[in-house]
């Protein structure tokens, strides 16, 4: 079965940083490329960062370019996010999904409030 | 970047209705597209790939159409289960990009 459990959110004040992880199992975790994708509280879904299978290739939405960094491991089947500079409007439920046709999973999510 | 927009951001309906949400993208992105239905507080659930496929598990009476950068999600008879909203998505190039959400509610 494929799983996808993020961890690492929590309450975080502005300009602080907080690190991302999500742990896939069920799957041959280096072969998919991965997403985080985030919602905020009554708000619509927004695609944050996304990573190709090796790692070598990264993509950032422009509001967190700069700010954030997308990372995985391959070997612990860990994919991160590292989130520095966090502003008020990054208050959000952050998801890991693949989002490939084909193979298509999210996880349940990690909520991350930035508030002082 | 590729801009998605629908229509309508929000409508009411009855059980048994039909229902078409419409979404465009600024660019043409072949049939890379997904629908998304999310219930408040659930983690989004694909109903539609490739623009046409529906996911395995998914009702019949759901269904996607369209290319380019113009698609169509039809519910042919709603049930009390498909108040919720829904959103497209594509994922053509990077960065990809969620339409605005369509919220179905009862009328």
């Known amino acids: 079965e494929v799983q996808l459990v993020e961890s690492g959110g929590g309450l975080v004040q502005p300009g602080g940083s907080l690190r991302l992880s999500c742990a896939g199992s069920g799957f041959t975790f280096s072969t998919y490329a991965m997403s985080w994708v985030r919602q905020a509280l009554g708000k619509g879904l927004e695609w944050v960062s996304g990573i190709s299978g090796s790692g070598g290739s990264t993509h950032y939405v422009d509001s967190v370019r700069g700010r954030f960094t997308i990372s995985r491991d391959n070997s612990k089947n860990t994919l991160y996010l590292q989130m520095n500079s966090l502003r008020a409007e990054d208050t959000a439920v952050y998801y890991c999904?693949?989002?490939?046709?084909?193979?298509?999973?999210w996880g349940q999510g990690t909520l991350v409030t930035v508030s002082s | 970047d590729i801009q998605m927009t629908q229509s309508p951001s929000a409508m009411s309906a009855s059980v048994g209705d039909r229902v078409t949400i419409t979404c465009r993208a600024s660019?043409?992105?072949?049939?890379?597209l997904a629908w998304f239905q999310q219930k408040p507080g659930k983690v989004p659930k694909r109903l539609i790939y490739a623009a046409s496929s529906l996911e395995s598990g998914v009702p019949s009476r759901f269904s996607g159409s369209g290319s380019g950068t113009q698609f169509t999600l039809t519910i042919s008879s709603l049930q009390p289960e498909d108040f919720a909203t829904y959103y497209c998505l594509q994922h053509n190039s990077y960065p990809l990009t969620f339409g605005p959400g369509t919220k179905v509610d009862i009328k």
């Open positions: 999904a693949t989002l490939g046709s084909t193979f298509h999973y």
């Open positions: 660019q043409g992105i072949s049939d890379y």
